[in-house]
């Protein structure tokens, strides 16, 4: 079985940058697509980036392009998500996902595992 553990959200004033990471424990995720999401209060849970296993594949929200940037770290599996150019829309709290082994997905509705989620703030 899959955790993954989010770490690295905070309250930040607007034009900061921060770096999440997803730490995965329990079984590897080396063979799974693995994503950042986020849910603001009031909205529906959205795509914010997805990375495939091999790193060949990433997909962002065309919200975020430009300023978001998701990698992954295989050897210690762990999943990365750098913001910059912050602005109050993005303050959400984001998950950090993986899907079953081989496959890939831009959809939440297709992630198995999820993290319980950090708070991401920005306000000035």
């Known amino acids: 079985q899959v955790q993954l553990a989010e770490s690295g959200g905070g309250l930040v004033q607007p034009g900061a940058s921060l770096r999440l990471s997803c730490v995965a424990s329990?079984?590897?995720?080396?063979?799974?697509?693995m994503g950042w999401f986020r849910q603001a209060p009031g909205k529906e849970r959205e795509t914010v980036a997805v990375?495939?296993?091999?790193?060949?594949?990433?997909h962002y929200a065309d919200g975020v392009k430009g300023r978001f940037t998701i990698s992954r770290d295989n050897g210690r599996n762990i999943l990365y998500l750098q913001l910059r150019n912050l602005t109050p829309e993005d303050t959400a709290v984001y998950y950090c996902a993986a899907t079953r082994p081989y496959h890939y997905s831009t959809f939440p509705s297709n992630y198995a595992y999820w993290g319980p989620g950090t708070q991401v703030t920005v306000s000035s």
């Open positions: 990375i495939n296993s091999d790193t060949t594949t990433r």
């Open positions: 329990g079984s590897a995720v080396g063979s799974s697509t």
